[in-house]
T-cell receptor
Framework: AQKITQTQPGMFVQEKEAVTLDCTYDTSDQSYGLFWYKQPSSGEMIFLIYQGSYDEQNATEGRYSLNFQKARKSANLVISASQLGDSAMYFC??????????????FGTGTLLAVQP | DSGVTQTPKHLITATGQRVTLRCSPR?????VYWYQQSLDQGLQFLIQYYNGEERAKGNILERFSAQQFPDLHSELNLSSLELGDSALYFC??????????????FGPGTRLTVT
């Protein structure tokens, strides 16, 4: 069965510094997709970044980048130049099937990031 | 704003009652997903519909049911409510399962409190 593991329940980072949020996954599929979502205290889930298993380059979206290490089955999120507004819960997720009958997501337990001024 | 709308935003009801949560997907999205977020279970996939048909089922209780209507909006029905059903219920939508990367855009959620 597919599984997402986030081992950091909470993290602190100073404003303007970079931070890495860890995510490891387990799957027997050759083709899969990995996502990061942000959940601020207001509750909504915001899509941040995506990495496909066949993508050779690490995904980047503005200050977000995904450090994809396929052999180690890790998909860490790197946030550069942290801002106070980055304080939120961050979830790593995996799409269970790719191009198949469903795109349902399996989520990790999340990492609560607190950015300190 | 993701473009996915959910109503109501908050719902407080008593045990044993039945409620209906409503979701309108982003314009053009054919797939609708329902997720439940609770403190003890985390974020869990409940059910997916694609263009009116059920596509996948997750950890959805028999007391819960859903449907997607011809106009693509979806409803999640929760019946015989128990205290443990208190959670944040998300609806998400995506273009489909045959195109794109499959990213899902989430609505703001409905916070259900069962007393």
């Amino acid at each position: 069965a597919q599984k997402i593991t986030q081992t950091q329940p909470g993290m602190f980072v100073q404003e303007k510094e970079a931070v890495t949020l860890d995510c490891t996954y387990d799957t027997s599929d050759q083709s899969y997709g990995l996502f990061w979502y942000k959940q601020p205290s207001s509750g909504e889930m915001i899509f941040l970044i995506y990495q496909g298993s066949y993508d050779e380059q690490n995904a980047t979206e503005g200050r977000y980048s995904l450090n994809f290490q396929k052999a180690r089955k890790s998909a860490n999120l790197v946030i550069s130049a942290s801002q106070l507004g980055d304080s939120a819960m961050y979830f790593c997720a995996m799409r269970e099937t790719y191009g198949g009958a469903t795109n349902k997501l399996i989520f990790g337990t999340g990492t609560l990031l607190a950015v300190q001024p | 704003d993701s473009g996915v709308t959910q109503t109501p935003k908050h719902l407080i009801t008593a045990t044993g009652q039945r409620v209906t949560l409503r979701c309108s997907p982003r314009s053009g999205d054919l797939s609708v997903y329902w997720y439940q977020q609770s403190l003890d279970q985390g974020l869990q996939f409940l059910i997916q519909y694609y263009n009116g048909e059920e596509r996948a089922k997750g950890n959805i209780l028999e007391r819960f049911s859903a449907q997607q209507f011809p106009d693509l909006h979806s409803e999640l029905n929760l019946s015989s409510l128990e205290l443990g059903d208190s959670a944040l219920y998300f609806c998400a939508s995506s273009v489909g399962f045959l195109g794109g990367i499959g990213e899902q855009y989430f609505g703001p959620g409905t916070r259900l409190t069962v007393t």
